[in-house]
Nanobody
């Protein structure tokens, strides 16, 4: 069982930056690929990016590529999502998730989810 807790959300002006963090409870954190998803009001949950458990491989949605960066610290059981050049379309609840498998943009492949953190970008 892995518990995930996101933090770092908030209100930011368009063009600004935020850094989200996700802390995992499990000492076996290193065994999981970590992903970020988001859900805006009235929309389906969508993939943002993921970081696999080995080799430092990352994968991003086209909508955030070049603006968002995922990093992970296995020693601290933490994954981060650095978000730059934010715009109103980035407003959503952001979720981190953990997956045993590597299917980065498939929400159904993730075994554990955090409760989400709200990001609001004002224009």
């Amino acid at each position: 069982q892995v518990q995930l807790v996101e933090s770092g959300g908030g209100l930011v002006q368009a063009g600004g930056s935020l850094r989200l963090s996700c802390a995992a409870s499990a000492s076996t954190f290193y065994r999981y690929a970590m992903g970020w998803f988001r859900q805006a009001p009235g929309k389906e949950r969508e993939f943002v990016g993921a970081f696999n458990k080995n080799f430092g491989r990352t994968y991003y949605a086209d909508s955030v590529k070049g603006r968002f960066t995922i990093s992970r610290d296995n020693a601290k059981n933490t994954v981060h999502l650095q978000m730059n050049s934010l715009n109103a379309e980035d407003t959503a609840v952001y979720y981190c998730a953990a997956s045993v498998a590597w299917a980065p943009d498939a929400a159904s492949e993730y075994n554990y989810w955090g409760q989400g953190t709200q990001v609001t970008v004002s224009s």
